[in-house]
């Protein structure tokens, strides 16, 4: 038991030694691996320093050099620019001196002119006696011979007088009477000039586009499952609807569409309404078709006198009977060879106020017999005789006063005028029905024409922007005061006056404005 006890504390002693041995050879260990450390980062330091040095050392070698460089730039510079100067130095000076010898020779002429002057004055003034002498000579010479005159002649100066002043009476009477014929015939032309400048005035205030091309409305369906629905079982529907309006309806291929074909407009109208209606409301049946054809026609009724009184408020005119409204709206669903009826009577009222009021006329009487003057067209489909005759028949009826009723029965020379308004409505009417842009020409026609000219104008150099106004019958650019001088742009008008007239068909003329500092016009004709 005891030599047990000494083995346990004999192993405890030796495992104590070994661990103090341990901790010291672990100590020394990191002693000289901390020596070892220190030493490697102090040589690594030093070869870092060394590296900046050297690096420091190039730069300042590189700044130097760079500003050696500018220097020598710098100075290479000022003596260019001083040789430049110097130059122009004694090129100023070379001038001067070139300057100073002509005004040298100019002084030189002037007084060589100036002694020149002073003998042309003093051989000047000794003709000017000469001919002092000479004209009281004449004078002598002159009576003699009237006195000889008055001897040969056997007649006193004032006899001679009397005789020559009957001769100069004759001949100027007859002189006058040339005159006066002249005088007339230029009033004539000169009356032409007048009322073509008269009518190109009222054309140039007036030029509404009227144009109208179709004789067919498209209503427009929310999806192809509603033609069916429109043409009901076996067709029921369809046909109740064409019976009711009295247009033909057109199903075919085009897709979520219809077409409503007649070339009545009021009945056209009435069916469109009538059938969007319908697609909106959904309940498509011969029943509900009557009862929106109906509604249809009121509305429309309502919508065609609206537009009767929006054209009487633009134009001033009152005192309209309400049948007579009712007539004027019709005219917004007919058309004359394209041309929209109401818009066509708007526009000639306007132009006979223009007429009228240039001549000198009462222009309210003007402008009430141009709107009426179609007025039968309400009717002429429905009752025997011409527009005109039944115009006037209507304006009679619905307290119209002679003069309107007799502008609107002579318009179209088919009864005599008893006043000068016919005159004026048949001019209005005229220009209004024949101006460029109205009758027998398509929208596209009208607007490829536009964009033609305009065309034209933009492609010359300078012109910054082109307008086309009037309906087509004149175009205005503007180009750039800059680069275009005011000799330069009256050229350019009349060049893309030419450009015009050689690549484009049209009919009347059409007038080239160009717009700087001053406008310069042009007419291609």
């Known amino acids: 038991m005891y030599n047990e006890i000494i083995l346990s504390v004999l192993g405890i002693v030796i495992c104590l030694g070994a661990f103090i041995v341990g901790v010291q050879w672990r100590s020394i260990i990191d002693k000289k691996y901390t020596e070892k450390k220190e030493h490697n980062a102090q040589n690594q330091a030093d070869i870092i320093l060394d590296k900046a040095k050297k690096e420091a050392e190039l730069q300042k070698k590189t700044a130097i050099l760079e500003a050696k460089d500018e220097w020598f730039k710098a100075k290479s510079e000022f003596e260019r620019e001083t040789a430049v100067k110097k130059d122009e130095l004694r090129n100023d000076a070379q001038r001067i001196k070139e300057e100073n010898i002509e005004i040298k020779n100019r002084q030189e002429v002037i007084s060589k002119r100036e002694i020149e002057f002073a003998a042309r004055e003093n051989f000047l003034n000794s003709k000017e006696k000469t001919l002092r002498t000479k004209d009281a000579e004449l004078s002598r010479l002159l009576k003699q011979q009237n006195e000889k005159l008055e001897r ?142 109906k509604k249809s026609e009121v ?159 933009d492609s010359f150099k300078g012109v910054s922007k082109s307008f086309v106004i009037q309906a087509g019958r004149e175009i205005r650019a503007m180009v750039e005061p800059d680069s275009i001088s005011d000799a330069e742009a009256e050229e350019m008008a009349a060049q893309i006056a030419t450009k015009i007239q050689d690549e484009m068909e049209y009919p009347g003329q059409i007038k080239v404005t160009i717009i700087r500092e001053i406008r310069y016009s042009e007419y291609a004709k």
Do not use: W
């Open 152 to 293: 040969i002649a056997h007649m006193t100066q004032e006899e001679a007088k009397k005789n020559l002043f009957e001769n100069l009476e004759n001949q100027v009477r007859y002189e006058c009477a040339q005159m006066i014929k002249e005088r007339k015939d230029d009033a004539r032309a000169e009356a032409e000039k007048e009322a073509r400048e008269i009518t190109l005035h009222a054309i140039q205030r007036c030029a509404a586009d009227t144009t109208v091309e179709s004789t067919v409305s498209v209503v427009h369906l929310p999806n192809d499952e509603m033609k069916g629905r429109i043409i009901g079982r076996e067709g029921r529907n369809i046909r109740a609807f064409e019976e009711a309006t009295g247009i033909d309806v057109i199903v075919d291929d085009t897709p979520e569409a219809v077409i409503l074909s007649c070339f009545d407009p009021i009945r056209r109208e009435i069916a469109r309404l009538a059938l969007e209606k319908l697609i909106s409301d959904g309940r498509i049946h011969p029943g509900r078709i009557e009862e929106l054809i």
């Open 299 to 457: 509305e429309l009724n309502k919508k065609m006198k609206a537009a009767a009184e929006e054209v009487m408020y633009d134009l001033d005119v009152h005192g309209l009977k309400p049948k007579l409204v009712e007539m004027l709206g019709r005219l917004k669903y007919r058309t004359s060879y394209g041309q929209n009826v109401l818009q066509h009577s708007k526009e000639v009222a306007v132009l006979c106020g223009i007429i009228a009021s240039e001549l000198g006329f009462d222009s309210k009487i003007a402008v009430r017999a141009g709107l009426l003057h179609d007025i039968g067209k309400a009717i002429d489909r429905e009752t025997e005789g011409t527009h005109s005759e039944l115009g006037a028949d209507l304006a009679r009826r619905y307290g119209e006063n002679d003069i309107i009723c007799n502008a609107v029965a002579a318009h179209h020379e088919d009864v005599t005028a008893i006043s000068h308004y016919p005159v004026i409505v048949q001019a209005a009417d005229t220009i209004s029905s024949t101006r460029p842009g109205v009758r027998r020409e398509t929208l596209t026609n009208y607007v490829n024409r536009l964009s033609k000219l305009e065309e034209i104008a």
